[in-house]
Structure formats: C-alpha cells, structure tokens
C-alpha cells in the first residue's frame, strides 16, 4: 500500500511508514536507508537525523508493534473472560490475526533478527505480550493441583510456537493458500491435542 510520505514534521513517523512498506515488498534486509527515504519523500540524509541505520529503524518498527500486538492480545484475553479457556484461544487467535492485519510490523518483530534484549524499552513491550498468554495459561491450570500443574511459562512458549508455526506455514501466502484447512481451525485443534496431553484439558 502507498504511502503519504513526509507532509506534516514528523519525520520519523514517515521513515517508520516508510520502512514498514519497503519490509512488506522487499524484506526486512531488501531495502536501504536511501530507499526509505526516497519512499517518504525526503533528503538522503534526512533518516540519520532520528536513525544510525536500518537496524534501529527496524528496531523502532518492531517496538511500535509490539504495543499494537499487546494491545491486541491483552484486548482479546478480556474477551474472552470469564472463561479460562476461550481467553486462552481467544490470544491465540489474536496472533494470526495481528500477523495477517500487520505484516511488516510481523516480520520486523520476528522475522528481521532484532535484538529484543539490547533495547530496554523493546524488551518492555515485548514482555507484556507474552506475559498475557503467561496469564491467560495460569488461568486454565489453576484448577490442578500444585504438583501437577505444569509451568504456565512453558504452556505460553509453547504455544507462542505453535502459534508462529501456524502463521508462517498457513496464515501468510504459500503453502497457506493450499492447506484445506484454515490457520484458525489448525491452531484450535492443535492447542487442545496439547493441552489435554499436559492433562490440563480433560478427554471430552
């Protein structure tokens, strides 16, 4: 989608649309900081006023998503209230859905190599996503005993796997287009065959 370009002195909102466009056509390693500004309509030299280089604009890309992302995730956990297991399909369908709405944020986030632990605020943000699927976990064990209530953190991570798997093999372009099933129904199967092999989800 095109661009408005630099129009109203926020230079570095229209470097960041800039870049996001040049992600979703070329890749987050296909485009140069030239290119970034020649798409917002700027001077050569105008990105380094707010960024040393790609990477920390792709950086700055991937912290604003991770606020949307949270935002999304933490909007879809309350929605899915009061029960424990539709807030935790609720998060993860909120996943597929922010990869498909948001795609260059999408692969700035996880598909550009950013180093989320050498931002601060990056890894902030960051956290706050994964700690709502953490959240959403512990509320569909709390109803196991102690000593048989597996780690939440290890329910979240695993299911932030299989939620990347799910959105890089079926939820965007090939081989999606050919699965005969849709990344939402493969995703909800696959999260109850888990779930009930921890033992946190019963047979029925």
Known sequence: MARKGYH????????????????????????????????????????????????????????????????????????????????????GRAYLAFARKYPGYYIAMFESGVQINANAELATVANRAMNVLTQAAEDLCRHLPADKRPPASMISHHVWALCHGMVELFARGEPGTRSPFSAEDLLESSMGIYLRGLGVLGKD
């Not at 900081?33 to 798409?39: D, S």
């Not at 920390?56 to 029960?83: T, V």
Request: net charge negative; aromatic share 10%.
């Open 8 to 91: 109203h002195g926020n230079l570095k909102e229209a470097l960041v649309e800039a870049a996001i466009a040049l992600i979703e056509e070329k890749g987050p390693t296909g485009f140069t900081m030239a290119e970034a500004a020649k798409q917002a309509n700027v001077s050569a030299a105008a990105p380094y006023r707010h960024f040393s280089g790609r990477e920390e604009i792709i950086a700055e890309i991937a912290r604003q998503g991770f606020g949307i992302f949270a935002d999304l995730m933490e909007f879809a956990y309350q929605k899915g209230q009061p029960s424990a297991l539709s807030a935790f399909e609720s998060t």
